[in-house]
C-alpha cells in the first residue's frame, strides 16, 4: 500500500511540474484594494479557521483510530490513514488552499467574494466539527 502511495505522489509531483512548467505564468493585476489582507475581520476569520481545523484534526484522528469512522474526503484519506504526520499534512494543505482562494480574490479586487470566502470556509470547517464532537461524544 506504501509503495502505491509513494508512486501516485511521486507522480503526482512530476506531473505538477510539468505542468507548471508549460504555462506561461502571469501576474494579477493590481487591482484597487479597500482595504489590506490581514486586517482585523481576515485575522479573525483566519485565526478562526485554524482553531477549527486544529479541532478536526484532533476527532478525525480519534474516530478513526478508534475504528469508529474514516475520512470521507477521498482526497484527504490516503494522508489521514498515515496518522498524525498524514493529518497535519492535509490540514496545512486545506488551510493553504483557504488562504490562496481568499487572496486571490483579494488581488483581483472581488473583496466581497474573499469575506464570504473566508466566512463559507469557517462555517462549512464549523459544522464538520460539530459532526465530529457529536460522533465522538457519542461512543
Known amino acids: 500500500m506504501t509503495t502505491i502511495l509513494r508512486s501516485a505522489i511521486l507522480a503526482l509531483v512530476v506531473l505538477t511540474g510539468y505542468s ?3 504555462q ?6 493590481d487591482a484597487p484594494s479597500q482595504h489590506k489582507f490581514f486586517d482585523r475581520q481576515n485575522k479573525i476569520a483566519f ?9 478536526d ?3 478525525t484522528q480519534q474516530l478513526t483510530n478508534s475504528g469508529q469512522a474514516r475520512e470521507a474526503n477521498p482526497i484527504w484519506r490516503p494522508m489521514v490513514r498515515q496518522g498524525w504526520e498524514g493529518q497535519m499534512a ?3 494543505l486545506g488551510y493553504a488552499s483557504a488562504l490562496g482562494v481568499a487572496y486571490t480574490f483579494h488581488k483581483t ?3 466581497k467574494m474573499e469575506r464570504w470566502a473566508n466566512w463559507l470556509t469557517v ?3 464549523g459544522a464538520n466539527d460539530a459532526r465530529n464532537l457529536s460522533m465522538d461524544i457519542g461512543r
Open 20 to 22: 507548471a512548467g508549460a
Open 24 to 29: 506561461q505564468f502571469t501576474s494579477f493585476p
Open 47 to 55: 485565526g478562526t479557521l485554524a482553531g477549527l481545523i486544529a479541532i
Open 57 to 59: 484534526s484532533v476527532t
Open 90 to 92: 492535509a490540514s496545512a
Open 109 to 111: 479586487g472581488h473583496h
Open 123 to 125: 462555517s462549512l470547517e
